[in-house]
């Protein structure tokens, strides 16, 4: 069975901190696909990246990266210098090919970044 | 204008109303989801349409019944809910093969059943 954990409920930095925010997951497929997504206050959950389990290269864009490792079944998320409007609800997200369209969630991380 | 719609943003209903929850994907996808999100809770997975059929219904009570008339629309039609139900109800949309495609949100329905 598929299964995403976030272990942080709650995370609260002071601005200009690096924050990291942390996802398992669990899976029986060889091939699966990873996810995050921030969900600011109004609402909307907002793509942030995909990652397949062929390609463990980590990846950076501006502010953000994220570090992918089969060998611990972890795909974390670490936002550089944060800002004010980072804070919102991060989900990490997986879906087996094998059961297709079936996006499990794990339980959402609330980020709070103080001024 | 987001690529995925949903009206209304808010209900209110008391427990022997009938409404209905629309939801409309601008971006040409393939299939369509009906999420629940409750206070404390994960998100919860209601109904996949691929291509118009239903392909997914995780165990959700009858009260809650979708329609998909075609690609581009989704309806989660509501009779006799019990307050329990109240949430935020998210439509997605996706494109890909094999949950390859990543979700696109709608800001939600927030639901209020008195």
Not at chain 1, 35 to 61: A, C, H, M, T
Not at chain 2, 56 to 82: I, K
Request: with cysteine; net charge negative; hydrophobic share 35%.
């Amino acid at each position: 069975a598929q299964k995403v954990t976030q272990a942080q409920t709650e995370i609260s930095v002071v601005e200009k901190e690096d924050v990291t925010l942390d996802c398992v997951y669990e899976t029986r497929d060889t091939t699966y696909y990873l996810f995050w997504y921030k969900q600011p206050p109004s609402g909307e959950l907002v793509f942030l990246i995909r990652r397949n389990s062929f390609d463990e290269q980590n990846e950076i864009s501006g502010r953000y990266s994220w570090n992918f490792q089969k060998s611990t079944s972890s795909f974390n998320f670490t936002i550089t210098a944060s800002l004010v409007v980072d804070s919102a609800v991060y989900f990490c997200a997986l879906t087996e090919r094998n059961y297709g369209q079936n996006f499990v969630f794990g339980p959402g991380t609330r980020l709070s970044v103080l001024p | 204008e987001t690529g995925v719609t949903q009206t209304p943003r808010h209900l209110v209903m008391g427990m022997t109303n009938k409404k209905s929850l629309k939801c409309e994907q601008h971006l040409g996808h393939n299939a369509m989801y009906w999420y629940k999100q409750s206070a404390k809770k994960p998100l919860e997975l209601m109904f996949v349409y691929s291509l118009e059929e239903r392909v997914e219904n995780n165990s959700v009570p009858s009260r809650f019944s979708p329609e998909c008339p075609n690609s581009s629309h989704l309806f989660l039609h509501l009779h006799t809910l019990q307050p329990e139900d109240s949430a935020l109800y998210l439509c997605a949309s996706s494109q890909g093969v094999k949950g390859s495609g990543e979700l696109f949100f709608g800001e939600g329905s927030r639901l209020t059943v008195l």
